[in-house]
């Protein structure tokens, strides 16, 4: 595999949002949400193209401002709290194709509700396709302590079972390193998609690891407020 390939950046970013109302618009560190992913795909060596997906004039208007693509406004059917990734992704290949005739390689999705993840981030992951010669790349952290020392409770509380015994007779340097969908990098042969209708292809699918600490998902307002102390952070840093 060569770098020769096109890439499709999609940013999906619905107007609606019950738990943290509004974040794709929301102030993080001097910029809207959604900008931080934009800004992260226009500034990748690989990514041929960067659209969003929404359904929202306010994002429209911000999407434009920060120079990504609006080919279409999301119809409403993809618009609700029901509608799934692969849906978006699908409507989108298929809207680039019929309506507008281009065709890319690769769809790198990139949600907005991961903004330290930045363009050096999706360079690496791109260059860690080609090096494996993939035909998917979703990005992981560690994740923080062992899943073993975790459990479900019954009703009553009761946590004479909460432990298999080798949990409790183990130490946490004793377990392997556990890992967890970060959410920050979906990386697709576009053809593989179709033909699959999902991101986890069944084969010739690699992790890229990332730092925990970059791999914040804004979902609620203490993850928002989190991310905000990170990136000032960060900013500081640069």
């Given at each position: 595999?060569?770098?020769n390939?096109?890439?499709?950046a999609?940013?999906?970013a619905?107007?609606g949002?019950k738990?943290l109302?509004?974040?794709?618009?929301l102030?993080?560190a001097?910029k809207?949400?959604?900008?931080?992913s934009?800004?992260?795909?226009?500034?990748s060596?690989?990514i041929?193209?960067?659209?969003?997906s929404?359904?929202d004039?306010?994002?429209?208007?911000?999407?434009?401002?920060?120079?990504?693509?609006i080919?279409?406004v999301?119809?409403?059917?993809?618009?609700?709290?029901?509608?799934?990734?692969?849906?978006?992704?699908?409507?989108?290949?298929e809207f680039?194709?019929?309506?507008?005739?281009?065709?890319?390689?690769y769809?790198?999705?990139?949600?907005?509700?991961?903004?330290?993840r930045?363009?050096?981030?999706i360079?690496?992951a791109?260059?860690y396709?080609?090096?494996?010669?993939?035909?998917a790349?979703?990005?992981?952290c560690?994740?923080g302590y062992?899943i073993?020392?975790s459990g479900?409770?019954?009703?009553n509380?009761?946590?004479?079972?909460f432990l298999?015994d080798?949990?409790i007779k183990?130490r946490?340097?004793?377990?392997?390193?556990?890992?967890?969908l970060?959410g920050?990098?979906?990386?697709c042969s576009t053809?593989?998609?179709l033909?699959?209708?999902c991101?986890?292809?069944?084969?010739n699918?690699?992790?890229?690891k990332m730092?925990?600490s970059?791999s914040v998902?804004?979902d609620t307002?203490e993850?928002?407020e989190?991310?905000e102390?990170?990136m000032?952070?960060?900013?500081?840093?640069?």
């Amino acid at each position: 595999m060569h770098n020769n390939k096109t890439f499709l950046a999609i940013i999906p970013a619905r107007g609606g949002s019950k738990r943290l109302p509004r974040k794709n618009t929301l102030d993080l560190a001097g910029k809207p949400l959604i900008a931080w992913s934009i800004e992260a795909g226009l500034k990748s060596k690989y990514i041929d193209e960067v659209m969003v997906s929404t359904d929202d004039d306010e994002i429209i208007n911000i999407a434009k401002n920060c120079g990504a693509r609006i080919p279409f406004v999301r119809p409403k059917k993809l618009s609700n709290d029901f509608s799934t990734r692969s849906e978006v992704i699908k409507h989108t290949i298929e809207f680039y194709q019929n309506k507008l005739d281009k065709n890319f390689d690769y769809l790198i999705f990139l949600q907005p509700t991961s903004p330290l993840r930045d363009e050096i981030d999706i360079d690496k992951a791109i260059e860690y396709l080609f090096c494996k010669n993939a035909d998917a790349i979703v990005s992981v952290c560690e994740v923080g302590y062992p899943i073993q020392w975790s459990g479900v409770l019954p009703k009553n509380n009761d946590m004479s079972s909460f432990l298999e015994d080798i949990a409790i007779k183990s130490r946490s340097q004793d377990f392997k390193t556990i890992y967890k969908l970060n959410g920050a990098l979906y990386i697709c042969s576009t053809k593989k998609f179709l033909e699959q209708g999902c991101l986890f292809l069944k084969e010739n699918i690699y992790a890229y690891k990332m730092l925990e600490s970059i791999s914040v998902d804004i979902d609620t307002k203490e993850d928002f407020e989190y991310a905000e102390f990170l990136m000032n952070k960060k900013i500081r840093i640069i």
